[in-house]
């Protein structure tokens, strides 16, 4: 069934490919810019665009969507306080927005090691990340609203072109690589495989076709 999906930082290197391959399917993508300056590029692709922010309330950019992809991120340049406002916050207000708003699916892009007592050396980050995926996994618990979630935790990213050859681990602990290119696909791909849902797992590039890769998932 087509789908209209809110994709959550559209503009960033993961979001434009995850636009771009909703746009070649059956699904009709949103884009969620924060500025007018990055509409072009959408424009161009005949994708059409919502201004919000994550720091503040965006149910105006969810309303009437039926998905939501999560693909933000504070960036590396940015500061702890940045990452908490965007990685933590801002994706549970995203996720809270998207249920109390209609929407039923939910694919949440995390990170290997994203953890809520994360020790590692970019803790601040894994931490605001594993918080996040941590509600989404057990908003149930808080609030009436539900969500068909899917978190995937991507290893380390390249811009290798796309195989769609991956592995996928539900322990998610590895260190692998992971094409960006692979990963909006998998995110995409998501939205239309049952199996994904209620499931968190790490995505990186192997020798598996993608979808047989998510549909074999338990």
């Given at each position: 069934?087509?789908?209209?999906?809110?994709?959550?930082?559209?503009?960033?290197?993961?979001?434009?490919?995850?636009?771009?391959?909703?746009?070649?399917?059956?699904?009709?993508?949103?884009?969620?810019?924060?500025?007018?300056?990055?509409?072009?590029?959408?424009?161009?692709?005949?994708?059409p665009t919502v201004l919000a922010d994550l720091?503040?309330?965006?149910?105006?950019?969810?309303?009437?969507?039926?998905?939501?992809?999560?693909?933000?991120?504070?960036?590396?340049?940015?500061?702890?306080?940045?990452?908490?406002?965007?990685?933590?916050?801002?994706?549970?207000?995203?996720?809270?927005?998207?249920?109390?708003?209609?929407?039923?699916?939910?694919?949440?892009?995390?990170?290997v090691g994203s953890e809520p007592n994360s020790?590692?050396?970019?803790?601040?980050?894994?931490?605001?990340?594993?918080?996040?995926?941590?509600?989404?996994q057990g908003m149930h618990e808080v609030m009436?609203?539900?969500?068909?979630?899917?978190?995937?935790?991507?290893?380390?990213?390249?811009?290798?072109?796309?195989?769609?050859?991956?592995?996928?681990?539900?322990?998610?602990?590895?260190?692998?690589?992971?094409?960006?290119?692979?990963?909006?696909?998998?995110?995409?791909?998501?939205?239309?495989?049952?199996?994904?849902?209620?499931?968190?797992?790490?995505?990186?590039?192997?020798?598996?076709?993608?979808?047989?890769?998510?549909?074999?998932?338990?």
């Open positions: 069934m087509a789908m209209k999906v809110l994709v959550i930082g559209a503009n960033g290197n993961t979001g434009k490919r995850v636009v771009r391959r909703l746009k070649e399917g059956p699904h009709e993508p949103l884009a969620m810019i924060r500025s007018v300056s990055q509409r072009e590029t959408f424009d161009a692709l005949g994708v720091e503040y309330p965006i149910d105006h950019a969810v309303h009437g969507c039926d998905a939501v992809i999560f693909a933000a991120g504070s960036g590396s340049k940015t500061g702890k306080d940045k990452t908490v406002l965007i990685d933590h916050i801002g994706a549970i207000r995203s996720m809270v927005a998207a249920a109390v708003n209609g929407a039923t699916r939910y694919v949440m892009l995390s990170s020790d590692s050396k970019i803790r601040h980050y894994h931490r605001a990340k594993g918080n996040a995926d941590a509600f989404l009436p609203e539900q969500l068909d979630w899917t978190v995937v935790c991507p290893a380390g990213l390249t811009d290798e072109p796309a195989t769609e050859l991956v592995a996928i681990d539900t322990d998610v602990t590895g260190n692998h690589r992971t094409s960006r290119e692979n990963l909006a696909a998998a995110l995409v791909a998501c939205l239309d495989e049952p199996k994904t849902i209620g499931k968190r797992f790490e995505l990186y590039d192997g020798n598996t076709p993608l979808r047989e890769a998510l549909a074999a998932l338990v």
